[in-house]
Structures are given as C-alpha cells and as structure tokens.
Nanobody
Framework: QAQLVESGGGLVQAGGSLRLSCATN????????VGWFRQAPGKEREFLAV????????FYGDSVKGRFTISRDNTKNTVYLQMNSLKPEDTAIYYC????????????????WGQGTQVTVSS
C-alpha cells in the first residue's frame, strides 16, 4: 500500500516560488502515476497536474499551466511540484495522490492520498 507525505509548503509573497515534494514508501511507487491537487477553504478539490510512472505523460490543469511544473525522481521515490509566479489565489492545502483510474483528473480517480501541506501566498 502506497503512503504519501507532502512537504515544502509555507508562506511566500506573491510572485515567489515554492517546490513541493511528495515522498512515498515506494516499492510500487515507481509504477504509479501521481497527481497534485489543492483545496482552498469553501472550495472543491482542484486538479493541478499528473505525471505517469515513466514521466513521459504529463497533464496540467488550466489554472496552473505555464506556472507549475510536475516532475518525479523514481530513484528517490519522490514527485515534485515546482510552483512559480505564485498568486494569492494559489493559497490552499496541496495534496499529492497516487494510483489513479479513469481520467486521472478527478479526485475520485485516486486510491492513495497524502495528508496535505499548506501553501499561503501573501499579497
């Protein structure tokens, strides 16, 4: 069973950058697609990005295209989300998730979730 732990969140000024990490206990991790989502207070969980097990296939949500980059290092059992040009509206709890079925863009597609890491962007 995959266990996921996010890190790298924090407080940053608008226009700044953060890199989130999603570490797994991964004997099977390297064979699983992994996605990033976020959830702001009072809003639904939003798809941000997903990367296939090989890293060849990558998809982004419209709200982060051109600003966020997903990558993975299977030797370290870690997936990253590089976030640039951050805006106050990016403030949310950020989650990684693994082992999706279906579209890979819906939260319900994913079997395993981390506990989340808070990102706060000040104006």
């Amino acid at each position: 069973q995959a266990q996921l732990v996010e890190s790298g969140g924090g407080l940053v000024q608008a226009g700044g950058s953060l890199r989130l990490s999603c570490a797994t206990n991964g004997r099977t991790f390297s064979s699983l697609p992994v996605g990033w989502f976020r959830q702001a207070p009072g809003k639904e969980r939003e798809f941000l990005a997903v990367i296939s097990w090989s890293g060849v296939s990558i998809f982004y949500g419209d709200s982060v295209k051109g600003r966020f980059t997903i990558s993975r290092d299977n030797t370290k059992n870690t997936v990253y989300l590089q976030m640039n040009s951050l805006k106050p509206e990016d403030t949310a709890i950020y989650y990684c998730a693994a082992d999706p079925e279906g579209s890979w863009a819906a939260p319900s597609d994913y079997k395993y979730w981390g506990q989340g890491t808070q990102v706060t962007v000040s104006s």
